[in-house]
């Protein structure tokens, strides 16, 4: 079974199976900014969902190890989606950032088929 890597920031947060679903619940302060990083061979079908509180605008981001923007969900809500496949095995980076006076609560999801 083929496994990536999932960190938030620098700080190492699991071992993802790319057969399986991951998610994670937290806090995001307001006007800031959470950045995850994901590890993806080539042909990986990559899809990163957020749900938000409904408290602000939360909007996500993939980025390459280029630092080219992939693929983006920005809507004026909280609930986002990106999926991309990957065609360069290597790092990527999602980003999630809050746009909104206050704190959201979220739930994020990884999933790499």
Same mark, same amino acid.
């Given at each position: 079974?083929?496994?990536?890597?999932?960190?938030?920031?620098a700080?190492?947060m699991?071992?993802?199976?790319?057969?399986? &679903?991951?998610? /994670?619940? &937290?806090?995001?302060?307001? $006007?800031?900014?959470?950045? $995850?990083?994901?590890?993806?061979? /080539?042909?990986? +079908?990559?899809?990163?969902?957020?749900?938000g509180?409904?408290?602000t605008?939360?909007?996500?981001?993939?980025?390459?190890?280029?630092g080219n923007?992939?693929?983006?969900? +920005?809507? $004026?809500g909280?609930?986002?989606?990106?999926?991309?496949?990957?065609?360069?095995?290597?790092t990527?980076?999602?980003?999630l950032?809050?746009?909104?006076?206050?704190?959201?609560?979220? +739930?994020?999801?990884?999933?790499? +088929?």
């Amino acid at each position: 079974m083929k496994k990536s890597m999932l960190a938030v920031g620098a700080l190492l947060m699991s071992v993802v199976s790319l057969s399986a &679903d991951t998610f /994670y619940t &937290d806090s995001i302060p307001p $006007y800031s900014q959470f950045t $995850y990083t994901i590890e993806g061979s /080539y042909g990986d +079908r990559i899809t990163v969902a957020v749900s938000g509180d409904g408290s602000t605008d939360l909007d996500l981001y993939a980025v390459d190890g280029g630092g080219n923007i992939m693929v983006s969900s +920005r809507s $004026y809500g909280d609930d986002e989606e990106v999926t991309w496949t990957v065609t360069g095995s290597g790092t990527f980076r999602v980003t999630l950032v809050n746009r909104g006076t206050w704190h959201n609560n979220f +739930r994020i999801g990884f999933r790499v +088929r």
